[in-house]
Structures are given as C-alpha cells and as structure tokens.
C-alpha cells in the first residue's frame, strides 16, 4: 500500500525581527528543526514519485513518503525556505496564488492575518469590526451583531474565541462584498494604505518560481484569487482554474504535473469534475490525515489529506489511512 504524509506550510520566517512578530508561522529555527526530525522519520519523494504511484498501481512509495507543501506563494518561500530545501536536496511543492503573483494584490485572507498581527487586543478590533458591519447593514441582510458573537464565537486550539470570530466573519459567514470591504478598510488603517508595494514585499514574483523551478522545485496551482471555491458557480470555478493554469504556463511548468491546492480546502463535486476535466493530477486539501494513494474511489486522487506543520511530530499509529475528519475548520487554519 502506498501511504503518503502531506506536510502544510505557510509563513516561515524571522519572526522575531519582522515587523509583524505575531504574525502565526514558523520561525526559520523551527523549520530547520523540524525538518531534521522529518528526514530521521520520513523519506522525502518528488512530483515524478508521486505521479507514478497515482497512476500505475504496481508503483509503490518508500515507506513513510513525504512531501512539504508551502502555499500562497510568499516571498518567505523563496528567501527562507528555498535555500535550505536547494542545500539539502529537497524538491519542495510550492503553490502560489496566481492574483497575487502577477497583480500586485493583497489577498483578503492576508488583509486578514496582518491586521490581526497589527493590533494586539482582539477585543478592540473585534469592536472595530463590529461598527463597519453596523454601516453596512442598510444594504445587506445581516444578522445582528449579538447572533455573530453568539454563534462564531469559539476558542479554538490556535486562537482565541475572538480571532475565531473575527476570521469566521471575515472569511466566510458575511456576504463576499462585506467581507472584502471590511478587510480592504482595516488593512488601510492598521496596516498599509500602498497594497502594491506591500504584496510586492510579501509574495514571490514570476522571476523568484522560475528560478525555482530551474533548481529542481515543484510549482502548483492554488486558484486565482484564493476565495471559497466550493461556493462558486461552475463558471466562475472555471474561470479560476484557467487563470491559474496562465500561470503555469508562464512559468513553464510541465502540463502532466498540474495539481491544485484548494484555498481554505473548499471543495465540493462540481470543482473535482471541473478539475479533472483539466487535467489536474493531484489535489490537495487540508483534511487532516495520512493519503492511502491506493484509495479507489472517484475523484480519491484529488483529495489528498495533509498534515499542518503544527500536527508534527505526530503518532503514525494514532492516524489512520485516509483519515478526514478535520481537526479544527479549514477556516480556522489560515
């Protein structure tokens, strides 16, 4: 049987010495560390490795198979992580958001974590967010600021019950046009009123993944503009996969190696029949789990499980083949 842990990666970085220290990620020492426990354990596999034990069943994985996975494409990932997978012979899976890449802009999730790295009550900013739902009232059908807290508001093992509600309302549970405004104003207030320069200075560029991509690194798709893709039209699904797919194409990349990362894991049937029809090899999201890549079942290969890098070292035996319940909400993890 081909079993296959999936590690998930967002910010690495000196967090200590950046100016947003509470920004939730791995420091670079951490990465290191962890990744010296992962080569004692795991044995590291590439895209060609994986392919091959997906689409020809007498092709097998080393025992515990490994793959790091990094998503949304930040700089972190070029300057930090590169070079220490490049030193040690590991081929990295990277998969940048193409928006972000080649449109100057900052994803609202990242408006997200940076105005909650900015502002160091809660509470306050809770308030904050609480009064521009209040302006927006008018024109939308929205509960009442009581029912939000009431019902969103859950202390989960990474956050508290306030920054759950705050990431519940701003990620999924206002209407779309509410939650891009909100967090387009308090970006602007609290963090930065030049969202150009900013993405500039958080994601990679066409020119960081080329390069790359020539030292041996795997690029993958992880949609347009990172919204809910489970909550999408099929047209609009459509049209986020062939964005990503002009990205691919700028950078070269090799058409039978496409896989996707879903944003926030949000997926639904529609997106997996859409996505094979493209040709998508492989999809990642992030039900928690170890992927039995011998799973017959439609659609099995793309709906890979990965691990948070927060869930090592873990107990092999405690986790099932193919186990998908999710441990927190796929919202609460970003």
Known sequence: ?????????????????????????????????????????????????????????????????VVLTFDDGYLDHYTNVFPILESKGIQGFFFPVSASTTGGQV?????????????????????????????????????SNDYYFRTHARESRLDTANVILLKRLLQTVLPEEVRARISDQLFRRHVSDDERSFAKGLYMNLDHLRHMRSKGMYVGSHSHSHRWMDSMSPDTQTSEIESSLLLQQALGCNPQQWGFAYPYGAHNDALLSLLSEAGCKFGLTTHVGIADLDDARAYSHLLIPRLDTNDLPIDREAVPNNFTAQVMETNERK
Not at 5 to 28: D, N, Q, W
Not at 113 to 142: G, K, Q, T, W
């Open 1 to 65: 049987m081909s079993s296959l842990t999936v590690v998930m990666y967002h910010y690495v970085r000196e967090l200590a010495h950046s100016p947003y220290p509470r920004i939730k990620g791995r420091t670079v020492e951490a990465f290191e560390e962890q990744l010296e426990y992962i080569a004692k354990h795991y044995t590291f596999i590439t895209i060609a490795q994986l392919l091959s034990s997906l689409s020809d069943p007498d092709s097998s994985l080393p025992s515990n198979a």
């Open 107 to 143: 994803l609202d999730v990242n408006k997200i974590h940076f105005v909650l790295a900015s502002m160091p009550d809660p509470d306050v900013l809770a308030a904050e967010v609480f009064e521009l739902i209040d302006e927006c009232r008018s024109n939308y059908a929205l509960d």
